[in-house]
T-cell receptor, first 115, second 115 residues
Framework: AQSVAQPEDQVNVAEGNPLTVKCTYS??????LFWYVQYPNRGLQFLLK??????LVKGSYGFEAEFNKSQTSFHLKKPSALVSDSALYFCAVRDIESGYSTLTFGKGTMLLVSP | DTAVSQTPKYLVTQMGNDKSIKCEQN?????MYWYKQDSKKFLKIMFSYNNKELIINETVPNRFSPKSPDKAHLNLHINSLELGDSAVYFC??????????????FGPGTRLTVL
C-alpha cells in the first residue's frame, strides 16, 4: 500500500520569505515522488519529481524539494516566496515495485503568500 | 497549443441523465487517466488507459464507462447521474505508464453539477 500525508491544510508566508510545504509518504518499497500545483479553476501542473539520484531536486518556478528516506519526507521549498505562488499544492507518491500502481495524491496544502 | 483539452468545461444536468466528457491530448503520450476531484479538493484516480487498453479501474460505479477510440483520446460516459457525481473531472496523460516515473499532464477540468 502507498499513502502520502500533507499535515498542513494551509501555509501562510510573507512575500520574500522562504516557504516550506510538508509531505511525508509511506510505501512498501522505494518511492517515486512528485509535486504538483493547482491554480484556481485550473488543472494540476507538474513542478518536480524525485526518481533516483540526488536527494535535492530542483523544479519549475524556483521550487525545490528534498528527499529524506530516513524521515520518509519530501518537503517542497522555495527560498523567496512570491504572491503569485499562492495556490494549492499536491504531493504524490508511487511505489516503484508496484508495476501499474496508481499515483496517490495527498489532500493538498493551500499556500497563501501575502504582499 | 493546448496539450490536454477537455470538453465541456462546465456541465449542468439533472439527476438520472446520461452525459459524456471528452478528452484529447496532442503530446503523443501512451497513457491517459481520469481523475475525480471532490468539493474538498481531494483527487482520486478513476481509470487509466495505456495504448487504448484499460490498465487501472479503481472502485468506480459501473455507471462510469471510459472509452478510448485511439491513444490520443479518452472519453468518459456517465449513466444515470446522481447528486454525488457532482465534482470536477480531470483528464491527464503521460508517457508510458510502465516506467512509473513519468509526470502527468492535466487538462483544465470539467465541472459537473448534478441537480
Amino acid at each position: 500500500a502507498q499513502s502520502v500525508a500533507q499535515p498542513e491544510d494551509q501555509v501562510n508566508v510573507a512575500e520574500g520569505n522562504p516557504l516550506t510545504v510538508k509531505c511525508t509518504y509511506s510505501v512498501s518499497g522505494n518511492p517515486y515522488l512528485f509535486w504538483y500545483v493547482q491554480y484556481p479553476n485550473r488543472g494540476l501542473q507538474f513542478l518536480l519529481k524525485y526518481i533516483t539520484g540526488d536527494n535535492l531536486v530542483k523544479g519549475s518556478y524556483g521550487f525545490e524539494a528534498e528527499f529524506n528516506k530516513s524521515q520518509t519526507s519530501f518537503h517542497l521549498k522555495k527560498p523567496s516566496a512570491l504572491v503569485s505562488d499562492s495556490a494549492l499544492y499536491f504531493c504524490a507518491v508511487r511505489d516503484i515495485e508496484s508495476g501499474y500502481s496508481t499515483l496517490t495524491f495527498g489532500k493538498g496544502t493551500m499556500l497563501l503568500v501575502s504582499p | 497549443d493546448t496539450a490536454v483539452s477537455q470538453t465541456p468545461k462546465y456541465l449542468v444536468t439533472q439527476m438520472g441523465n446520461d452525459k459524456s466528457i471528452k478528452c484529447e491530448q496532442n503530446l503523443g503520450h501512451d497513457t491517459m487517466y481520469w481523475y475525480k476531484q471532490d468539493s474538498k479538493k481531494f483527487l482520486k484516480i478513476m481509470f487509466s488507459y495505456n495504448n487504448k487498453e484499460l490498465i487501472i479501474n479503481e472502485t468506480v460505479p459501473n455507471r462510469f464507462s471510459p472509452k478510448s477510440p485511439d491513444k490520443a483520446h479518452l472519453n468518459l460516459h456517465i449513466n444515470s447521474l446522481e447528486l454525488g457525481d457532482s465534482a470536477v473531472y480531470f483528464c491527464a496523460s503521460s508517457q508510458a505508464e510502465l516506467a512509473g516515473n513519468n509526470e502527468q499532464f492535466f487538462g483544465p477540468g470539467t465541472r459537473l453539477t448534478v441537480l
